[in-house]
């Protein structure tokens, strides 16, 4: 098992010739030096993610973003200066020193500036950026604490900086450009509707045909056991043969055992689901015989983003 310790001193030593868990806002990240590929590999190999699918690339300040990118139109720098630190990922074309391998030999690199102050903290003390995926095996449930790290990746990485509960729970928002046109293409922690505050307009596409955009792919964010996503009440009526586990936004089913059920959030607030969701998943993954159930939230705010996993968790 790995050793989980809030260390940065530790931390910075592992990152001379290792991979490490790390913590974030939004959820932990598998992090290795960004400007070295062989360790860069290593992430892929301890993920088992295909090569093709690139990495974000986290660093502490916006100057140090122009070290890494030949450009950076205003209009993203507006969204930049607004959301950063934050949930926020921008693309932007790479410079040179930036492997090959990060991008997966895409033209533009993925960057974001993450809001956590351990995160932070380590990333200044680092003379590299940080090349992290989300911290889970390749398609399964994201971790959002140290344990559930340690759980599925704890013996093939040697240390986990510990930061706690992530507080946003979904990752981040993905924005850049395609043929010019500003786009969403990965729903996260900061809601469209603030976007749109501040860019206008903005156009979504979080689904792809192409096997080459693999964070669009359906079936992510899976947990083990099969879930179904709709009206609880109709599937529980349907399924209740098979003692499902059920996963309500805000309030419990009447007619069905309370200790089988999971509730997102008692307040009725989305960002309270999200920051719950996905320790949530491995709860009712672990609980099931064979099946979970789950409802849409309201799909406004951090709603969307977290439909978008429900729906691809489900699938
Ligand atoms: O909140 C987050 O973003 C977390 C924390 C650790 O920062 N990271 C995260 O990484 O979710 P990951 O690898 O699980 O998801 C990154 C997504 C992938 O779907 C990948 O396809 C997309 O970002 N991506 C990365 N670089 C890209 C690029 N150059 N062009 C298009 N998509 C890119
Ligand atoms: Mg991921």
Redesign the pocket.
């Known amino acids: 098992m790995a050793i989980i310790s809030d260390s940065i001193s530790e931390a910075r030593k592992y990152l001379q010739f290792d991979v490490i868990g790390i913590p974030t806002e939004t959820v932990y990240g598998l992090a290795a030096n960004a400007f070295d590929a062989n360790l860069v590999t290593r992430i892929f190999e301890v993920k088992e993610r295909p090569k093709f699918d690139p990495l974000i690339v986290h660093t502490f300040a916006i100057g140090e973003v122009l070290k890494f990118v030949k450009s950076f139109p205003d209009e993203l720098m507006l969204v930049a200066e607004k959301f950063w630190p934050g949930p926020l990922t921008i693309l932007l074309p790479r410079k040179e020193i930036i492997p090959d391998i990060v991008t997966s030999g895409l033209e533009n690199v993925a960057i974001r500036i993450p809001d956590h102050p351990l995160a932070i903290e380590l990333l200044k003390s680092l003379d590299f950026p940080l090349a992290a995926?989300?911290a889970?095996p390749f398609g399964y449930v994201?971790p959002t604490n140290a344990l559930h790290v340690n759980d599925q990746l704890g013996s093939r990485i040697p240390f986990i900086l510990n930061g706690g509960s992530s507080k946003i729970g979904v990752?981040s928002t993905i924005i850049g450009y395609e043929n010019d046109v500003l786009t969403i293409f990965r729903l996260g922690g900061i809601s469209v509707e603030d976007i749109i505050e501040v860019c206008g307009d903005i156009r979504i596409k979080t689904h792809s045909s192409n096997p080459l955009a693999p964070g669009m792919i359906d079936s992510h964010y899976a947990p083990g056991k099969r879930m179904i996503l709709g009206d609880l009440n109709t599937l529980v009526q349907r399924h209740h043969s098979e003692n499902p586990i059920v996963i309500c936004y805000d309030k419990l089913l009447n007619h069905y055992p309370a200790d089988m059920q999971i509730v997102l959030s008692p307040n009725s607030d989305v960002r309270q689901a999200a920051t719950n969701l996905f320790a949530s998943l491995r709860q009712a993954d672990q609980m099931a015989d064979s099946l979970i159930l789950a409802e849409p939230v309201p799909d406004e705010g951090l709603g969307k983003a977290i439909n978008d996993r429900l729906r691809r968790a489900a699938f």
């Open positions: 995926p989300s889970n994201s990752e």
